[in-house]
Nanobody
């Protein structure tokens, strides 16, 4: 599975962006998909995950209530709607696919990664 994240950019604090993660293969629906982010000079951290069917989601405390993850399996695409953005949300955002059930919080849980997309939130 090859993944491509897009939709990043520069936005003012309080603004919104929607990231997309498009997969190259139709087996995308067999994978849970997570979003991670990596601020400059820091480790990659979990942001959100969505189950294979899309009926279950989970968020980090830092984005809960502001970000929404969703997917359209017919389009092999997962989205991350980011609202009320803060300067501390500035990071490179990555999507990743996990074909297994169980753990989903760690980068090691994911087999496939896309290139990141940079989100910069100005104050």
């Amino acid at each position: 599975v090859q993944l491509q994240a897009s939709g990043g950019g520069l936005v003012q604090a309080g603004g919104s962006l929607r990231l997309s993660c498009e997969a190259s293969l139709h087996t995308f629906a067999n994978n849970a998909v997570g979003w991670f982010r990596q601020p400059q000079g820091r480790d990659r951290e979990f942001v959100a995950v969505i189950s294979r069917s899309g009926d279950s989601t989970y968020y980090s405390n830092s984005v809960k209530g502001r970000f929404t993850i969703s997917r359209d399996n017919a389009k092999d695409t997962v989205y991350l709607q980011m609202n009320v953005l803060k300067p501390e949300d500035t990071a490179v955002y990555y999507c990743a696919a996990n074909p297994r059930t169980g753990s989903f919080l760690y980068t090691s849980d994911y087999d496939y990664w896309g290139r990141g997309t940079l989100v910069t939130v100005s104050s």
